[in-house]
């Protein structure tokens, strides 16, 4: 059930515009002064409030000032209630942001159109902000995967270069006892060792081919759930 703070000072005023609210289906909260108005909202955070401007102690610009200076209460809608029509208490009251005025004295109709107006706005505004919310998270998201997949990938690039130098250093090594052959046996042993490493290193040169379609966002996160991304792949 929707709650509305009602702020106002003469009590006539207040039971009545406390009666169509509760018939109309609203739960209802009140306070005949400014300052414990401003109290009651911080307490309870209604989803509407309704306040006077002309009030003793804290009038309602006083009101609205304060909440609006306070985070939990300053997206609540706010009406004024006043008895004055004057312009300029319009202009001050839509300059500090106030989200409409009712006149004094008003009809049922109008009082409850300027709520369903100001709460329709609001579920709007909601809706909207959690919209983009979750667009801004989920791209977010996507932004850390590709930073997480960049960086997996460089990670695995080193391994793989690290493991790529061993065969290039063991071919260079047994061209150079290759040279030195002293017999046709001994050649033909170099060779087939030479063989054995150019395998080994087109298989790992394959491999990096084979990386960047497996390297997928959701691949990397199943292999840091199995702490894989901290060990030596055994596919090197």
Do not use: W
Request: hydrophobic share 40%.
């Amino acid at each position: 059930m929707r709650k509305i703070l009602v702020i106002e000072d003469e009590k006539p005023i207040l039971s009545n515009i406390l009666e169509i609210l509760e018939s109309s289906g609203f739960q209802t909260i009140s306070a005949r002064n400014g300052t414990t108005g401003v109290q009651m909202a911080k307490e309870h955070l209604p989803q509407l409030i309704l306040c006077d401007i002309m009030m003793p102690d804290m009038d309602g610009y006083g009101v609205f000032s304060a909440l609006s200076h306070y985070p939990a209460t300053a997206e609540i809608p706010f009406i004024f209630l006043t008895a004055k029509a004057e312009a300029s208490d319009f202009r001050q009251g839509m300059n500090l942001g106030v989200d409409d005025y009712i006149t004094k004295p008003f009809r049922r109709t109008d009082l409850l159109d300027a709520i369903a107006a100001r709460l329709e706005r609001k579920r709007i505004t909601t809706q909207q902000y959690l919209k983009e919310r979750q667009q801004s998270e989920e791209l977010q998201n996507k932004l850390n995967d590709l930073r997480q997949l960049n960086s997996t990938q460089a990670k695995l690039l080193e391994r793989l270069t690290e493991e790529l130098r061993q065969p290039l250093s063991s071919i260079t090594m047994v061209l150079h006892m290759l040279q030195n052959a002293s017999s046709e046996v001994q050649r033909e042993h170099y060779i087939s060792i030479l063989k054995e490493e150019f395998s080994k290193e087109i298989a790992l040169i394959n491999q990096v081919s084979d990386l960047q379609s497996l390297l997928t966002p959701e691949n990397i996160r199943l292999l840091q759930n199995f702490n894989l991304l901290q060990q030596k792949p055994e596919l090197f």
